[in-house]
């Protein structure tokens, strides 16, 4: 037996079908079939269908039809709500405003060593660089450019809402 395949045993043993479709359903970066969900999730494709149009109601996938078959990716609100709910319970309103000045930091240090104002801009300039390691860490730069920009807008919708978004449930 191999060291994946105890891995997978123990995945299987310890976790519900339910909550293996909707660890792999919810990580996709496309949206993907049952089938490729199934496999993944190591069930069967009818259980993995019958678990996916559940979170297809719960708002936390969204089904769309392509190719003549449903694939199923990641619900966008759903997804940015729970990292705002992940923020608040890591952060105070002080933690919140810190995170946000290193990630402006951060895009400050990327405008300034490019000479650029936005991914776009430096995913240019890696289409005009001469070796492939160069262009390599570019648009890796570029890639990691656009998530601190989700992040940062995440990072400031919570801070602008922190009342309305940390509320304490017991005194609500």
Do not use: C
Not at 2 to 14: F, I, L, M, N
Not at 93 to 101: E, M, N, P
Not at 126 to 142: M, P, S, V
Request: charged content about 30%.
């Amino acid at each position: 037996m191999t060291e994946q395949t105890r891995g997978v045993d123990a995945w299987k043993a310890h976790t519900s079908a339910f909550d293996r479709v909707q660890a792999v359903a919810s990580t996709v970066s496309q949206p993907r079939s049952a089938s490729y969900i199934a496999s993944e999730a190591f069930v069967a494709e009818n259980t993995a269908r019958n678990h996916l149009e559940r979170l297809v109601t719960l708002h936390v996938l969204v089904k769309t039809e392509q190719d003549g078959g449903a694939r199923y990716a990641p619900d966008p609100l759903h997804t940015r709500l729970q990292t705002i709910r992940e923020l608040l319970a890591e952060y105070d309103r002080d933690g919140l405003i810190q995170l946000k000045a290193e990630l402006q930091t951060q895009i400050e240090e990327w405008q300034s060593e490019y000479d650029v104002s936005s991914p776009a801009e430096l995913r240019t300039l890696a289409a005009e660089t001469t070796t492939e390691t160069e262009t390599r860490a570019i648009r890796r730069t570029a890639n990691d450019w656009d998530l601190l920009k989700y992040r940062l807008d995440i990072v400031e919708e919570s801070i602008e809402r922190y009342e309305t978004y940390n509320r304490d449930p017991v005194s609500v």
